[in-house]
């Protein structure tokens, strides 16, 4: 069973910079891609950023030009730097692995306050 484990949440000020990690355990070759999404209370989960294999991204509207996505290959890792951080971009933020099936790591919390 693929698991994903994230790192690197926590509280930021407004302005402020924080960067998330995930390993999975496992990935199969021809993965098709990795990515962020985040829930806020009350809000639907909604997209972050998503990087495929052949390192296309995508962000949500909400963190471009904010936020950056990369992977590490070989250490089958994917990073998310976010920078400018905004009150809103308050959340649990969860990492996922899509390939023959979809897997999600247990989520971090960032909380964006003064």
């Known amino acids: 069973q693929v698991q994903l484990v994230e790192s690197g949440g926590g509280l930021a000020p407004p302005g402020g910079s924080l960067n998330l990690s995930c390993i999975a355990s496992?990935?199969?070759?021809?993965?098709?891609?990795m990515g962020w999404h985040r829930q806020a209370p009350g809000k639907q989960r909604e997209l972050v950023a998503d990087?495929?294999?052949?390192?296309?991204?995508m962000y949500g509207d909400p963190v471009k030009g904010r936020f950056t996505i990369s992977t590490d290959n070989a250490k089958n890792t994917v990073f998310l730097h976010m920078n400018d951080l905004k009150p809103e971009d308050t959340a649990v933020y969860y990492c996922?692995?899509?390939?023959?099936?979809?897997?999600w790591g247990q989520g971090t919390q960032v909380t964006v306050s003064s």
């Open positions: 996922y692995l899509r390939q023959a099936k979809e897997y």
């Open positions: 990087i495929t294999k052949l390192g296309t991204a």
């Open positions: 496992e990935r199969n070759p021809n993965y098709c891609l």
